[in-house]
């Protein structure tokens, strides 16, 4: 492992690739630090010491923006509008026809689409941080309990003022876009996923050192033992696959003879990744927002359905939100992976370059095969999402760790998964190299 790792920074253009990634790392989490114009920086670190967390989706916001989205810096809205963006364009190709042609044109297609992709990140910057200001503004970032000082964020609320904090945190938002497709491009690794991988890592010391210092070392050490039993079951699922054997008919050419070799077409358990659990996040927490703003003046009673969605939709470790929780992650993991793989595409792709699955005809036989053997690899995926996203909710109800406990939802998933992508990545740039890969 040592050798292998030696190996690594003996390769020039790889040490080259890895030092330009730690350094615009280096610089994305320095923006996390740098308050945006006219924010009391005092006032905020004293609010962030008095409540350990938020709940709901700003808690997810938060997560993926590394902490800095209650700092409110200029970096506050983290890579958040940027995945916002690229699931509303892949979903809006089932709906436009036109997105779903640029899609099957190749590069110049997918350079369009990226375009795309672009333009709504910035206009979900523009929003989200508007909307951020706006909670910030009214005191209600760190919930209705907080202090005063937490009503008294901003230095500055003229309309100026806000215009300045909305064009600061909505370039913010495209530097960090920028940033991603130059790791993307001259780094190694997918840029994105990088700096979402960066943005929870880097709050993992806190959190653990929080439960340490709320709970005790003896159930630090339990936390620690079931964050290894928990990355190493991802690690399990995620790897797995079920591979579906095709062959491919000989056929000649001229002189020449094209196909005759055998292949799969691997299907994963988890082929849906984070999205649902991020749609799950956003959808359950609507319910909240709603009722929030239909709070009732002093003295008046407030409305039936607003006190059972606040008694029984804002709270993680009540039994309704998380039965509701792991029905949404289940239904969006369906949702999510019918349309992001298509059977009768892959059957007909098959069918024209002569390939096909043993024992079952080309065609429609093939395309009902596979939707066969999707649905039920996707019921397994599905419980488990549902399950690791309920981690954090049971560690809350067990030891009262919940905005603390690192292992499991969102964060565990992105964790493992890009950390497995990025060592492959680095393993076939080795292998190209030396003929001797980071892994054995």
Request: proline residues 4%; positive net charge; aromatic residues 12%.
């Amino acid at each position: 492992m040592f050798s292998a790792i030696a190996r690594i920074f003996r390769t020039p253009d790889l040490r080259k690739k890895i030092g330009f990634t730690l350094g615009i790392v280096a610089l994305f989490r320095l923006g996390s630090f740098i308050p945006a114009p006219f924010v009391d920086f005092g006032n905020v670190q004293a609010c962030l010491a008095a409540n350990q967390g938020t709940s709901g989706l700003y808690e997810l916001v938060n997560l993926f923006s590394g902490g800095a989205l209650l700092q409110l810096s200029v970096f506050a809205l983290g890579i958040m509008p940027y995945i916002t963006a690229s699931i509303i364009v892949q979903l809006l190709r089932v709906v436009i026809p036109h997105f779903e042609t640029l899609y099957k044109e190749g590069a110049a297609g997918q350079s369009k689409l990226t375009q795309y992709t672009r333009y709504l990140t910035i206009a979900l910057g523009i929003l989200q941080s508007t909307t951020l200001i706006t909670v910030a503004r009214s005191g209600a970032l760190f919930g209705t309990s907080a202090s005063s000082e937490c009503s008294q964020l901003l230095t500055n609320d003229a309309w100026y003022a806000i215009m300045l904090m909305v064009i600061t945190m909505t370039a913010g938002t495209g530097v960090i876009m920028w940033m991603g497709e130059m790791i993307t491009e001259r780094g190694i690794g997918n840029g994105m996923s990088l700096l979402i991988f960066t943005s929870i890592a880097a709050r993992f010391p806190n959190s653990l050192f929080a439960i340490g210092q709320q709970n005790g070392i003896d159930v630090l050490l339990i936390v620690l033992a079931i964050g290894l039993i928990v990355v190493a079951a991802v690690v399990f699922v995620e790897q797995s696959q079920r591979r579906i054997p095709v062959q491919y008919a000989k056929r000649m050419v001229g002189r020449r003879t094209y196909g005759g070799n055998n292949t799969y077409i691997p299907i994963k358990v988890n082929m849906a990744g984070v999205v649902p659990v991020i749609f799950a996040s956003s959808l359950l927490y609507l319910p909240a927002l709603i009722a929030q703003f239909n709070q009732p003046a002093a003295g008046e009673t407030p409305q039936a359905w607003v006190t059972w969605v606040t008694n029984n939709l804002t709270k993680g470790d009540h039994p309704l939100y998380m039965a509701f929780y792991f029905l949404l992650i289940v239904g969006f993991t369906y949702f999510y992976v019918a349309i992001t793989f298509n059977p009768e595409e892959v059957a007909d792709n098959m069918k024209k370059y002569g390939g096909f699955i043993p024992g079952i005809r080309a065609g429609r036989p093939t395309a009902e095969y596979l939707d066969y053997v999707l649905t039920r690899v996707t019921l397994p995926g599905a419980l488990y999402l549902g399950l690791i996203a309920l981690i954090p909710l049971i560690a809350f109800s067990a030891i009262g760790a919940d905005q603390n406990f690192p292992f499991g939802g969102a964060s565990i998933l992105i964790i493992v998964g890009v950390g497995l992508e990025t060592v492959k990545q680095i393993d076939s740039q080795l292998q190209q190299r030396h003929y001797e890969g980071l892994l054995r």
